[in-house]
């Protein structure tokens, strides 16, 4: 694992970015060992709730990155922002329970 190459930040946005390109294991696997080595840990010595943190904080840049695409290309398109209202009925708190 010391020997591979790990993703600049620019290949990071460029795959992330990409609707037809996916990351692949290795790639993934890089973001995970930086990931880790920034949180001070190795993949070896790295305790599990550690790994999840990392993971979490990876999907959630990965996330960020593509909403920041996707909102630049709805804005360079014109297109209206669209907001979703879901209605929760609380009629079975209020109802009572014999």
Do not use: W
Not at 9 to 27: F, H, M
Not at 49 to 78: N, P, Q, W
């Amino acid at each position: 694992m010391q020997n591979e190459k790990n993703l600049t930040p620019e290949e990071v946005r460029s795959v992330i970015t990409s609707r037809e390109r996916k990351l692949t294991p290795a790639q993934i696997k890089s973001l995970l060992t930086t990931q880790l080595q920034s949180m001070g840990f190795t993949p070896d010595t790295a305790p599990d709730d550690v790994y999840y943190k990392a993971c979490a904080s990876i999907v959630r840049r990965i996330l960020k990155e593509k909403r920041r695409h996707f909102m630049a290309d709805c804005k360079a398109k014109g297109r209206k922002q669209t907001y979703y209202l879901c209605t929760v009925s609380y009629t079975h708190l209020t109802l009572p329970t014999t």
